[in-house]
């Protein structure tokens, strides 16, 4: 298991880890999980850039991705203090993430046509890596986009929508787990 | 709020979010079609490359079993039927009297000056002594006035070589220009004939230009025994090989290292 495997492996132990604790905080504590997915947002985030720039070749693009993360985690505060409170959803900070992580992963896909450096690019795990990455984050970014209003909308209405995240986000992990049992990079 | 426009908000959203589901898809699609095709292009140029390689190669084993031939038979030919003339003199040697034996001693003499000529020609070939001793610019000024003398073109030769090659670079460029001349005298039918050569520190540079018939099309696809030998040699020292026909005629070689 390569490098990106493991921070893969990590990020998804994160991600159930996350989701277990914001089910048993709003199930049995009647707390809200917004704060969990505030901090998470971020967490994510660092994974995934880290991740990305183990498998481009490109330096500059690797460290443009590097230099990314305290950016990012520096606009995520302020979202926090100025737009977005820890009580509230974070959908400025998810959408960010989104358009950034779907340039990101079609930025590898142009970069590793350009170096042919996979004889079959479907059996590198950076592939399935970015497979579910643009799944789930291209959907996010119209879900998002309009998560302030959803919110609005009761689940009854709104539950078509929630079903398709839940699929897309089921296909992301499904995505990542191919990845990690792919060639290493 | 109005049910309807609630509705129509969650399918648009909806709408969207498979929207780009479906453009996600046609993305990897994309990708994993395309980076099939770049490497499929990129095998067949690869192979085309080893097999170019692989037809140089050939040609200069070729070249080296035929001028070893040549060189078997000069030797067999020249040197062993004088070599045998002169051991038949010696050993009737004892049988003949004072004219006889002076007769012969003459002959001997001849032969052996004859052997040794012959010998100096085939050891020159191997490894030419004006090379060695004086240097590339002064072997090709002195090759391109033999074959000049020999064959009566009009040969012109400028260089400016200011910074010495190596010992083995030197005796590749003299045999390119050897191949190169011996193609004009057999192929080009040409009547002038102007060399260039210029060496600096970083940069050797030949050109070769003739009034001859020039290289077709067919002819630089499926280029000959010496063209390839000239080819592999330039690949040897890392260089450029460009053949073109100019526009007043004739064939413009230039050799760029």
Redesign the interface.
């Known amino acids: 298991m390569g490098v990106v495997q493991r921070l893969l492996l990590l990020l998804m132990f994160l991600a159930l880890l996350v989701e277990c604790l914001a089910y048993v905080m709003s199930k049995w504590g009647g707390y809200s999980s917004y704060p969990i997915y505030h901090i998470y947002t971020v967490v994510e985030y660092v994974f995934l850039m880290q991740i990305f720039s183990q498998t481009v070749t490109s330096r500059i693009f690797s460290r443009i991705l590097r230099f990314s993360v305290p950016l990012f985690g520096l606009f995520a505060l302020l979202n926090i203090v100025l737009w977005q409170p820890l009580n509230e959803p974070n959908t400025n900070a998810t959408i960010l993430t989104s358009i950034i992580m779907v340039i990101v992963a079609v930025s590898w896909f142009f970069l590793t046509l350009n170096e042919m450096r996979y004889s079959r690019i479907e059996k590198s795990s950076a592939f399935w890596i970015c497979v579910g990455v643009l799944i789930y984050f291209s959907s996010s970014i119209v879900l998002f986009g309009f998560g302030n209003r959803l919110i609005e909308i009761e689940l009854v209405d709104s539950i078509s929508v929630w079903v398709i995240h839940i699929l897309f986000n089921m296909i992301h992990y499904l995505c990542f787990n191919i990845a990690l049992w792919m060639d290493p990079e | 709020m109005d ?1 309807s426009g ?2 129509g ?2 399918n648009a ?2 709408i ?6 479906f ?2 898809l046609i ?2 699609l994309f ?2 079609v ?2 099939r095709k ?2 499929k292009q ?1 095998r067949k140029h690869k192979a085309a490359e080893e097999a170019h390689q692989l037809e140089l190669l050939q040609a200069t084993i070729e070249s080296q079993e035929v001028e070893r031939d040549r060189i078997g038979r000069e030797l067999h030919d020249g040197v062993g039927v004088m070599l045998s003339t002169t051991l038949m003199y010696l050993d009737h040697w004892k049988e003949e009297d004072e004219e006889g034996k002076a007769r012969a001693s003459k002959r001997v003499d001849e032969l052996l000056h004859e052997t040794i000529d012959s010998v100096r020609r085939v050891s020159a070939n191997l490894r030419p002594v004006v090379l060695e001793t004086l240097g590339l610019a002064e072997a090709i000024g002195d090759l391109t006035t033999t074959v000049a003398n020999a064959s009566g073109l009009n040969i012109s030769f400028r260089s400016v070589y200011d910074h010495r090659l190596s010992q083995p670079h030197e005796l590749n460029i003299y045999r390119v220009v050897q191949e190169l001349l011996t193609n004009a005298l057999r192929h080009a039918e040409a009547t002038k004939i102007t060399l260039e050569m210029t060496a600096s520190a970083d940069r050797f540079f030949l050109k070769y230009e003739d009034n001859g018939k020039g290289i077709s099309k067919d002819q630089l696809g499926q280029k000959g025994l010496g063209l390839k030998n000239i080819e592999s040699r330039v690949n040897a020292l890392n260089g450029k090989l460009k053949l073109s026909n100019p526009s007043e005629g004739g064939l413009l070689i230039t050799i760029d290292i």
Do not use: K
Request: charged share 10%.
């Open positions: 049910g609630v509705a908000e969650v959203i909806v969207g979010m498979i929207g780009m589901f453009l996600t993305i990897i990708v994993v395309y980076q770049l490497l990129e």
